[in-house]
């Protein structure tokens, strides 16, 4: 029809002057509209902050970048990409907060939209004031949910929430992420042993598939597209609008951290603990995480600033309990409580302590608000910022590693190849799969218990080759053949693989669906290409 001639020559106007001037063109020019309100451009600063993300290790320049004012933009975006595909026209990602390691959100030959707000508000562009971001977020107080833009970060969902008295149940420890990034991947923390990921946390969402169409989808609705776009990698739409389900909000937080000498009592007390998530809530503690210490020194991190620096705690002050390997675990619970309530959260701790096999000097306790607790990571993210050390390459490496195997793991990893020298924080936690919906595109190894590994390192060009980027990769890389070797199943959360052999293999049973899907939904291979899981344009 016309129309539609009018729009791929259109279509085609727009690739073409991307490809052939892209680049070059001032920040005033103006990129043909397609109809869309936010703003197009290809302002050499917006092209900077698309290229890059907290991994520092990928760098990709995308044509131009959208930043859209609605779902609509999004949909005519894509709907442009799919029309012109085969005539190899552009790819289009999404990007959150591009806290990606690996170059997930970025493309070299198509759009990225910034899905995440900040630039969105304060920006002008072309001599034009770009439209307001999408409608504030809509909460629900009867039936305990919030309505959210894909893009926005959680630390604002938290804010709108909590003014309601109301918080979403399942978090990550960092809370600058997208709502749409997490999603498509899992959102992990603490929380997720008793309600799930994240993804276990969400009732709806809208997503503009690979086709340009905007489809609400739930578990009653389109549900094959629900499931297929959560833990998804972004591959078969972009998130617009999530539901997410709230609980009344808690005021304060008791964070307790205990030491371990021995890991298998260490382990032993994590799984005792996760296993109690049917119990009623002053039965539990809220959140279940702990990380490994195998730096010789001070037991700090940069994670958070719970030992006080006036009264750093050496490890060497527990030597007596330091067992050959050197390594020393620390587990970290909280229990979250109203102001009304503090008067039992003692007993209910101590009950739960009493439980537990940790060095018996070794118990720490803070008591802090809800938003401190929830927000801490930022404040790490302060300090390191202001020592220059936040915007350095992350050589992150994310294992989901069987409770079968993670002793094997500890004697080979823990207490072999990372030596005493880790860079970085590494958690370890466990959590259970029935929490997680064999449905959704999300992967997780075999057992009822598997734990999170998070080698959380940061590679620093400061002349000690330990700390190298290349020093460290390759750890990453003898990390996984030990695992390979031995036979341990592991899984990487936020994955990163190359060949299509490596993806069937992360995807196991699930890899025929997961093609199936992205057929349906983005049958030309226009999102996400960054994640290298398909070719683009089929
Ligand atoms: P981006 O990096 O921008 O995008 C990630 C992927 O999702 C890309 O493929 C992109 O195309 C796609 N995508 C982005 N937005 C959308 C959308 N709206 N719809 C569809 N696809 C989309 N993870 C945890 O689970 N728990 C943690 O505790 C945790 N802590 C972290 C702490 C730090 C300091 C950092 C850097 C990361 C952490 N992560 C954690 C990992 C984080 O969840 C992922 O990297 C996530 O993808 C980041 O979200 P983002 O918004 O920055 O996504």
Not at 163 to 168: F, I, T, V
Not at 360 to 376: A, H, I, K, M, N
Not at 395 to 402: A, G, M, S
Request: hydrophobic letters at 35%.
């Amino acid at each position: 029809s016309t129309i539609m001639t009018t729009k791929l020559l259109l279509a085609f106007a727009f690739c073409r002057l991307i490809a052939t001037v892209g680049l070059n063109m001032g920040p005033a020019a103006e990129l043909p509209r397609l109809g869309i309100d936010g703003l197009l451009t290809v302002d050499p600063s917006d092209i900077e902050t698309a290229s890059i993300d907290f991994g520092l290790m990928t760098r990709n320049s995308p044509l131009a970048v959208l930043h859209p004012a609605s779902a609509d933009d999004v949909a005519k975006l894509i709907r442009t990409a799919a029309e012109t595909a085969e005539y190899g026209g552009f790819t289009v990602s999404a990007r959150g907060h591009g806290h990606s390691i690996n170059g997930q959100a970025q493309t070299g030959n198509g759009v990225v939209i910034e899905m995440s707000g900040g630039g969105r508000r304060h920006r002008r562009g072309g001599g034009r004031a770009v439209s307001p971001p999408p409608p504030s977020p809509v909460v629900s107080e009867k039936e305990r949910f919030v309505d959210v833009w894909g893009g926005e970060l959680w630390i604002d969902v938290l804010k709108w929430t909590l003014g309601y008295g109301l918080a979403p149940r399942s978090w990550t420890d960092y809370l600058y992420l997208s709502v749409g990034g997490t999603l498509s991947n899992g959102g992990i923390s603490g929380q997720a042993f008793n309600h799930g990921p994240q993804i276990s946390n969400v009732h709806e969402l809208d997503v503009v598939t690979g086709n340009g169409e905007i489809v609400k989808c739930s578990n009653e609705e389109n549900s094959d597209l629900f499931h297929a776009v959560l833990g998804g990698l972004g591959q078969f739409g972009i998130i617009t609008r999530a539901r997410i389900l709230l609980e009344p909000a808690p005021q304060r937080v008791r964070w307790i951290r205990v030491l371990y000498s021995n890991f298998e009592a260490f382990t032993k007390d994590q799984e005792w603990l996760i296993s109690l998530h049917s119990k009623t809530n002053n039965e539990k503690f809220d959140y279940v995480e702990g990380f490994v210490i195998v730096d010789e020194g001070l037991i700090n991190n940069w994670r958070s600033s719970f030992f006080s620096p006036a009264n750093p705690v050496k490890i060497s002050s527990f030597s007596n309990n330091k067992p050959d390997g050197g390594v020393l675990y620390c587990l970290e619970i909280t229990k979250s409580y109203h102001e009304s309530a503090s008067h039992t959260v003692h007993q209910e701790v101590e009950a739960l302590l009493k439980e537990l096999h940790y060095i018996p000097e070794s118990v720490f306790t803070t008591d802090l608000g809800y938003v401190d607790f929830l927000d801490r990571v930022h404040k790490a993210e302060l300090k390191l910022r202001s020592k220059g050390l936040w915007d350095v390459p992350h050589p992150w490496l994310n294992l989901f590693v069987p409770k079968s195997r993670i002793a094997d793991f500890d004697r080979g990893v823990f207490k072999g190849i990372l030596g005493n020298n880790t860079s970085g924080p590494i958690l370890i936690y466990p959590m259970n799969k029935h929490k997680w919906d064999p449905r959704t595109s999300a992967v997780t190894p075999e057992d009822d218990v598997f734990y999170l590994v998070a080698l959380l390192r940061s590679a620093l060009d400061n002349g000690e080759p330990t700390q190298s980027l290349e020093y460290l990769s390759h750890q990453n890389h003898q990390i996984l053949a030990f695992c390979s070797e031995n036979g341990i199943e592991v899984k990487q959360y936020l994955p990163h693989y190359t060949t299509e052999e490596e993806w069937a293999e992360h995807f196991g049973d699930k890899w025929p669906e997961f093609q199936a899907r992205k057929m349906k939904f983005d049958p030309r291979h226009i999102l996400a290409t960054g994640q290298k899981i398909f070719p683009p344009f089929k």
